[in-house]
Nanobody, 124 residues
C-alpha cells in the first residue's frame, strides 16, 4: 500500500490550497482516510478525516475553513484549505487505516499507512 500526497506550497494568509492523497494497493471504504499535520517543534495532530466513506470529522481550529472529500473510484482523498492562516503552516500527512474505530481516528497510532508529507507554508 502506498499513499502519495501532493499539493502543498507557499500561500499568503487568506489564500487557499488543495491537497491530494492517492492510495494504491487497497481501498479503505470501510476504514478511515485522514490528514494530520506537524508544525516545527510540535507533535503531529489530527486535522480531518473521513470515517467509513461518509462521516466527516475536523479538528476545531480548521472547522469552517477546511473541507475533506473523497473520490472513491480514484481512491483519492482531498483536503481543500481556505482562509489559510500562518498557524496552519506545517507538514501535512495523509494517513489510512482499514480497521480504525471512530473513537480512535483522532490518534496517529490508529493508522497503518502514511504518505510522505507535503509542506504547507502560510506567509506574507
Amino acid at each position: 500500500v502506498q499513499l502519495q500526497a501532493s499539493g502543498g506550497g507557499l500561500v499568503q494568509p487568506g489564500g487557499s490550497l488543495r491537497l491530494s492523497c492517492a492510495a494504491s494497493g487497497r481501498t479503505f471504504g470501510t476504514g478511515v482516510m485522514a490528514w494530520f499535520r506537524q508544525a516545527p517543534g510540535k507533535e503531529r495532530e489530527f486535522v480531518a478525516g473521513i470515517f467509513r466513506s461518509s462521516s466527516l470529522h475536523y479538528t476545531d481550529s480548521v472547522k469552517g475553513r477546511f473541507t475533506i472529500s473523497r473520490d472513491k473510484p480514484k481512491n483519492t482523498v482531498f483536503l481543500q484549505m481556505n482562509g489559510l492562516k500562518p498557524e496552519d503552516t506545517a507538514v501535512y500527512y495523509c494517513a489510512a487505516g482499514a480497521r480504525v474505530i471512530l473513537s480512535a481516528m483522532f490518534s496517529e497510532d490508529a493508522y497503518d499507512y502514511w504518505g510522505q508529507g507535503t509542506q504547507v507554508t502560510v506567509s506574507s
